[in-house]
């Protein structure tokens, strides 16, 4: 039977040379845990089924940066990697794909042009491209909304996009669903209420995505405990769980959260 | 030195960084001409039509190959096109070595299957040497193979329906799930079938 996958996330500042993974706290002070390939080679090593990069570097000229980031990990690290950040275009995933990464990850620019998904798509395999989905709860119920009863009142979810600093009014569950159709072969959908809460995942809205799609879902946003990623394959579809802080700064090793996961039964690669 | 197969379909660095990582002397190949490989592994991503329309250019070096009795090994659709036809893509015929058809999986369950998933042992093979019977690898498929032969299945796996996860006959061998994306337990499957082609 199919495995849940535990998927360390690395967000990471190109700035500098080989790169620096780092992690807001609270939106305000920045912490570094490190260099990319290291920590990615060190995630590998304690059993993570796959490896994202984000880069979330404020200016794109770094390119060169991220293609040696990936080139030293894949050497090291063989487990799927998934690269995303400032890919506008078919050349730039080439680009990451020919440094060494099996998938990318696409938010913004397929926000801007769905049709990205498919070219993307249709080159290297729906296995290859993942639709980073950053969703929002509005409360406001308007006409034409997929609305979700939640323990909070009813709601629908806002697609927001340039690093959650805008929104788009898109509808995230038709956008997801939207994402399927154009070719997409895996949601990452990120909560934004929760993210960086440590409340642990929005299980509403990982529901509400994972019970409509048939292509696989990453729950991400307010992982803290692996008692959370319990929650989120207890009571959704999800077919994996990520999570970035909590691994970054020892409070779990990969190894950890699957021991506790397998010992409540969940379907786990040990 | 092992071959790998270039017919211009996605990621071959995977492949050839595992390969690399276990010692083994990988060379990429675009020309239909296998000369000095001690094996062959032919890589896979993207639909099978696709796949058959730029592989059928190397169907003929490649089956010399194997009939002069070098290793080989498909890999994912690499697999598949081992096989006669593929739902995936009516009208487009594969190599139809290893006889049987590609069909979807079924309904219900995570379309693609995307992820680990455990093997069940049918077989005793080189190729799995050190594998046991629950070991997880990786796997990114909508279609499985359905061999007509069931004694060419060295494992299974179970994704709503049980399938070939590993077909073997004589120095043709393919693997469902990557295992240049397996961890340890992949770069193990590699290194027998690397064994195989030193004997």
């Keep these: 039977m199919l495995a849940r996958r535990i998927i360390p996330c690395l967000d ?15 939106f305000k002070q920045i912490r570094y845990a490190g260099i990319p390939w290291e920590l990615a ?10 490896i994202v990069f984000l880069d979330i570097t ?14 030293k990990t894949s050497e090291e690290v063989f487990v799927p990697l998934a690269v995303g950040g400032g890919i506008n275009s078919l050349e730039d995933a080439r680009e990451v794909f020919n440094a060494g990464a099996d998938k ?8 801007r042009r769905p049709e990205l998904i498919s070219e993307i798509s249709d080159s290297y395999g729906r296995q290859a ?6 969703a929002k709860r509005r409360y406001n119920l308007e006409e034409g909304r997929e609305v979700i009863s939640t323990a909070r009142g009813d709601c629908w979810f806002e697609c927001s996009y340039y690093g959650g600093r ?3 009014g898109i509808d995230a569950l038709a956008w997801a669903r939207k994402g399927e159709e154009l070719g997409a072969g895996e949601i990452l959908l990120t909560s934004m209420d929760r993210d960086g809460t440590y409340d642990g995942f929005d299980i509403e809205l990982t529901d509400a995505v994972s019970s409509r799609l048939m292509i696989p879902v990453i729950a991400s946003g307010g992982c803290a405990h692996a008692e959370h990623m319990y929650q989120v394959f207890d009571k959704t579809r999800a077919s994996a769980a990520l999570a970035a802080s909590i691994f970054h700064f020892n409070e779990w090793t990969v190894e950890g959260c699957k021991q506790y996961l397998a010992q409540r039964g969940v379907n786990i690669r040990i | 030195m092992i071959a790998i197969v270039n017919y211009g379909m996605g990621n071959l660095f995977s492949i050839y960084n595992a390969l690399s990582k276990i010692g083994a002397d990988p060379k990429v190949f675009t020309e239909p001409r296998f000369e000095g490989a001690d094996g062959i592994v032919i890589p896979g991503v993207g639909s099978f039509g696709m796949c058959m329309s730029r592989l059928s250019q190397f169907q003929e070096a490649l089956f010399e190959s194997l009939q002069s009795g070098t290793p080989m090994l498909g890999i994912c659709i690499g697999m598949q096109v081992l096989f006669d036809r593929s739902m995936e893509s009516p009208g487009a015929r594969g190599f139809g070595w290893i006889k049987g058809d590609v069909v979807r999986l079924p309904e219900g369950v995570t379309i693609p299957q995307m992820g680990w998933n455990n093997l069940s042992m049918k077989r005793e093979v080189p190729l799995l040497e050190g594998i046991r019977d629950g070991d997880m690898f990786y796997f990114v498929h909508s279609y499985y193979c359905l061999p007509e032969d069931p004694s060419v299945v060295a494992a299974t796996t179970e994704h709503g329906v049980e399938m070939a996860a590993a077909v073997i006959r004589d120095n043709l061998s393919a693997t469902q799930f990557h295992p240049e994306k397996s961890g340890a337990k992949g770069l193990l499957i590699l290194e027998n079938f690397v064994r195989s082609t030193r004997c």
């Design chain 1, 104 to 111: 990318i990850t696409l938010n913004t620019a397929a926000l």
């Design chain 1, 129 to 134: 491209v993942v639709l980073a989905i950053d």
């Design chain 1, 58 to 71: 404020a200016s794109h000229e770094r390119r060169e940066t991220m293609t040696d980031v990936i080139k």
């Design chain 1, 12 to 26: 990471c500042d190109l700035g500098v040379p080989q790169g620096r993974v780092v992690k807001g706290i609270e």
């Design chain 1, 41 to 50: 080679a060190r995630y590998y090593q304690q059993g993570a089924d796959e």
């Design chain 1, 166 to 168: 805008r929104f788009t």
